[in-house]
């Protein structure tokens, strides 16, 4: 089944149009996540989803209904807010429990659900302190807690980990593809961070300026990308692009080659000037500038001792390099 | 050597920035309460002030002319906070409600019209409901008989036991706009995101306000009601502008305030007693410092204060 339709959505504040013609379905289960540059509209989807924006044109549909005029609370979804949204008067346990109590379900209901989430979210020892009493790791699961106790068929994120440090933003990210696996339940996911998406995603959409640039797989995405935009916006470092390659391309297009997929030979079809080096340990990343002045990137694997200054020859296979045309469309 | 390097110097830049604001306040706060308090403790006889001790509170408080005067303007001061309490403040935060709503057209216009008030003078609006109310010249029996609703009228300001509560509701449509700003501001403090989640979880419209506004903007709420006693139990100018000092009918509308005028200043044929009127003027400060202590330690500590 599916979990949720989007045909034809437009969305305009006034003059200025965030959402054109966005069309996509999320199939029962699926973990899809919306990525893309700031302002590119993502987050403005999630909340036409969720209801607390309507559509300019368009339908959604959620589990095969029409929920274009249902209020948000009657459309079977969660939602997770990037700044948690927790209610501060409230306890772990109330904040979870305030939705079905809203819902007038049987106090044992409650009491039921809330327990499970508490238990699975390994928020036992907190359950009855208040939002200000926990870190931001904490916050973030009772957030997550709060959406699971309604038992929704979509799950919704809005960027849940920005507010996050980079560690616990790691920890929890495989927290929530853990609670993915277990609830196999359909969620979405809004984030602008590539990793989160090649890491989390079944299905990743990406737009820009509220456009649908792509939509597949992680691994479609990065072998095959549709264009230009997508083929810059997911992996790291991103693709290089080249005007004056070694490879023909047509008028004003660029040649782009993945930082992986160049490597150090004593004769290549590229030649440069290392300017700076990132050792990472795993990884090292040389930054280059080719003879025709342009600047790419490198990762070797493994640790090298390519010094800054030192003259380099690059060398790539032909097949993991794509082409694009002047308006960044991908040439086949 | 090493230790006369060590021992803090005495930080004399701190007494020089607090020295202006205290000298200040010093002069004009705390010389006259102490000294207000110091009078209390002293009467006149023959024409010489002599120290009594506490035979000034043992004369307001055991002669019954005295205590009945007081006890009377006591009750009436309840009377006036209770009915700030009860509907100035209720209605301010209603008031505040409607106006952070998002759809609400001209809610700029109303906020200023419902402000305006608290910026007139006390003489302006006590001399302004006198008159809209005077059963002789006033407007509202004309506009009470136009809707046919004329036998409800009375003479409000004239009957004992109108007076005190129609005044006190005067008070109300004055100063209704300051807990309604305040708690606008409460309101608009509150996170977007916290509303938006509680309307996913269907909690919109009034249970929003019950459940999630409310709680947040009870802090809000109580130094509303602090401000309020404070400000109520120190009052005298709208009874004093509206009834003169015998706040008639009767002393019906008789408050601490207008019980202290007439003591220390004298009024018509009452010769003024400083020394008595420091004694009222003590009494209403513990009163005062009474309440708001009981608020401080009693209510205030037990409020969470929410950060956002």
């Keep these: 089944m599916t979990a949720l339709t989007l045909s034809n959505i437009h969305k305009s504040f006034g003059k200025v149009e965030v959402l054109s013609d966005v069309s996509l379905t999320v199939e029962e289960g699926e973990f899809v996540v919306f990525v893309g540059p700031s302002g590119c509209g993502k987050s403005t989807l999630l909340r036409v989803i969720a209801g607390l924006e309507d559509a300019t044109s368009g339908t959604v549909e959620i589990g095969g209904e029409i929920v274009n005029s249902t209020p948000p609370a009657k459309r079977g979804i969660a939602m997770v807010f990037q700044s948690y949204a927790l209610y501060p008067h409230l306890t772990v346990r109330d904040n979870m429990g305030l939705g079905l109590k809203q819902e007038k379900q049987p106090k044992s209901v409650i009491k039921e659900r809330v327990d499970a989430a508490v238990q699975m979210l390994d928020l036992a020892s907190y359950a009855d302190r208040h939002p200000s009493d926990l870190s931001g790791g904490q916050r973030q699961r009772v957030a997550i807690g709060r959406a699971i ?37 359909s969620m979405i996911y809004v984030t602008h961070d590539q990793t989160e998406a ?46 004056h390659g070694p490879l023909p391309v047509a008028d004003g297009g660029t040649l782009g080659i993945r930082p992986e997929h160049l490597r150090l030979t004593p004769e290549g079809r590229l030649t440069g000037t290392v300017t700076h080096v990132e050792r990472l340990g795993g990884d090292t990343n040389l930054l280059v500038r080719t003879e025709a002045n342009e600047a790419i990137t490198v990762r070797l694997f493994g640790q090298d001792s390519t010094e800054v200054g030192a003259t380099i020859a690059l060398d790539f296979d032909d097949h993991a390099a794509f082409r694009f045309d002047l308006q960044g469309q991908r040439l086949r | 050597m090493r230790k006369h390097e060590n021992s803090p110097r005495f930080r004399w830049h701190i007494v020089v920035f607090l020295a202006p604001a205290v000298l200040v306040y010093t002069a004009v706060m705390i010389y006259p309460l102490f000294n207000t308090l110091r009078l209390s403790f002293f009467a006149e006889v023959d024409q010489q002030r002599v120290f009594v001790g506490l035979q000034n509170f043992h004369r307001l408080f055991g002669d019954a002319i005295w205590s009945n005067q007081f006890w009377n303007a006591l009750g009436n001061n309840l009377w006036f906070f209770l009915i700030h309490m009860l509907v100035q403040n209720p209605i301010g935060i209603a008031l505040a409600a409607i106006l952070s709503h998002s759809r609400l057209r001209f809610a700029a216009f109303y906020r200023s019209a419902i402000f305006i008030p608290t910026i007139l003078s006390f003489v302006i609006v006590g001399f302004a409901w006198k008159l809209i109310l005077s059963p002789i010249w006033g407007i509202a029996p004309g506009m009470l008989d136009a809707v046919g609703l004329n036998s409800l009228y009375a003479p409000w300001l004239g009957k004992e036991e109108y007076a005190l509560t129609t005044l006190s509701l005067v008070s109300v449509w004055q100063f209704v706009g300051i807990p309604m700003m305040l708690i606008y501001a409460a309101l608009l403090s509150i996170p977007e995101e916290i509303l938006e989640a509680a309307e996913v979880e269907g909690i919109t419209g009034l249970s929003a306000f019950w459940k999630i506004k409310l709680p947040l903007i009870l802090p809000s709420i109580g130094i509303i009601s602090i401000l309020t006693f404070v400000a109520n139990f120190n009052a005298f100018d709208l009874i004093y502008a509206a009834q003169g000092a015998l706040a008639g009918p009767d002393f019906s509308t008789d408050i601490l305030g207008t019980f202290l005028y007439r003591t220390f200043f004298g009024f018509q044929l009452q010769l003024g007693d400083p020394h008595m009127g420091s004694a009222i003027a003590s009494a209403m400060f513990l009163i005062i410092l009474l309440g708001v202590c009981l608020y401080l330690f009693g209510i205030q500590s037990r409020m969470r204060r929410y950060q956002f």
């Excluded at chain 1, 790691?170 to 696996?181: D, G, K, Q, V």
């Excluded at chain 1, 820009?208 to 470092?237: C, I, K």
């Design chain 1, 198 to 243: 090649m890491t989390l995603a079944d299905k990743i959409v990406v737009l820009r300026d509220g456009r649908v640039e792509q939509v597949g797989s992680p691994m479609e995405l990065y072998n095959n990308p549709a264009n230009r935009f997508v083929a810059g916006f997911l992996g790291a470092p991103a693709m290089n692009f080249l005007a």
């Design chain 1, 149 to 185: 106790v309604r038992q929704p068929k979509l799950f919704l994120f809005d960027e849940p980990l920005s507010n996050l440090d980079a560690a616990l933003r790691m920890n929890t990210r495989i927290e929530i593809a853990a609670l993915h696996r277990k609830l196999s339940a």
